[in-house]
């Protein structure tokens, strides 16, 4: 029992309502659209939620093996960090849960793509792609993680081809305004990340792991925190004007915005008052994934409605 919380620890499970946002939103689309499947949705989300498994692995190994995970950590402790898992255990985990997501994705690709011969080279691609990326956030000898690009790899796999991939896959077609709901869902994916990256930067800096709260600092991390916020609101809100149709009760889902406000001025007191404790940081990196995944259903619910 005890072997299986220390695994379920090192899968965060708390992370993974984050990873379906995308996957909940690409379905409502497809819901309004009239072209839902709903094997192409269980099979999606499984998909992104063991990508996000993978991930977490990765990067409980990667910053394990670099020494960022160290006793100076104000995050939660990591399952590699403490011991719990060894080196051996933690790549064989990484390898099953590999097979297991490629086993899905071809499952996915098998339903929704049939005999289309050009989508199926193209999500192979994809697929083989967001592997990668889940794997070398923070392992291998360039882990890009530690070179800045981890900003933009969450707002492109959570946001642009978790939305625009899943929805092209109920109908094998996408258009240029499925950029307003996937830059929002990307952008709030993105602003959870600039919390755990603003609590981490003094260890991120010891450890030459480059971030853009390292290049910037915590002030300018702030503003870019806000602006996220704010353009994810603005980019859902044009994207259902544009549809024929739309009433103002629908913008119903902007009351998602209250509390990740609230958690953004928290943010703001703990920047303004140098706070090294990580407690007010994890709180709000909670509050902001979770308020993310309420945003993504109630955006999909007035979608469907």
């Known amino acids: 029992m005890k072997n299986l919380s220390v695994w379920l620890t090192a899968l965060r499970l708390r992370t993974l309502p ?39 692995l990765a990067n ?10 160290d006793e100076n950590r104000i995050g939660p402790l990591r399952a590699m960090q403490t011991g719990a898992i060894t080196q051996k255990e933690m790549k064989f985990a990484i390898i099953f849960i590999t097979l297991l ?27 083989a792609i967001a592997i990668i990326a889940a794997i070398t956030y923070t392992m291998g000898k360039v882990p890009y993680g530690y070179r800045a690009m981890g900003d933009l790899a969450v707002f492109v796999f959570f946001g642009l081809l978790g939305v625009i991939g899943s929805f092209y896959l109920y109908g094998l077609s996408a258009n240029w305004s499925l950029l307003l709901p996937a830059s929002s869902i990307g952008m709030l994916s993105a602003s959870v990340l600039n919390i755990n990256n603003i609590r981490d930067v003094e260890n991120d800096t010891k450890y030459n792991k480059t971030t853009l709260v390292v290049i910037f600092g915590r002030d300018v991390a702030f503003k870019y925190h806000v602006a996220l916020i ?16 739309s009433e103002t ?6 009351l998602a915005m209250s509390p990740l406000i609230k958690s953004t001025l928290a943010l703001k007191a703990a920047i303004d008052e140098n706070l090294q404790s990580g407690d007010v940081f994890n709180e709000q990196l909670k509050n902001t994934a979770i308020s993310t995944f309420v945003f993504a259903m109630l955006f999909t619910l007035v979608l469907i409605a």
Not at 249 to 254: C, I
């Open 18 to 56: 984050l990873a379906t946002a995308s996957i909940i939103v690409a379905a409502g689309i497809a819901t309004h659209e009239q072209i839902f499947n709903v094997k192409i949705f269980l099979l999606s989300l499984i998909t992104a939620l063991l990508l996000q498994i993978l991930s977490n």
């Open 60 to 69: 409980d190994y990667g910053d394990a093996m670099t020494g960022a995970d």
């Open 101 to 127: 997501t490629l086993c899905s994705g071809i499952g996915l690709l098998t339903v929704a793509l049939e005999g289309d011969l050009f989508s199926w080279i193209l999500f192979l691609g994809l697929g």
């Open 230 to 245: 704010t353009c994810a609101a603005l980019f859902a809100s044009f994207y259902l004007a544009s549809l024929e149709g």
């Open 249 to 254: 009760w629908q913008y119903v889902f902007l």
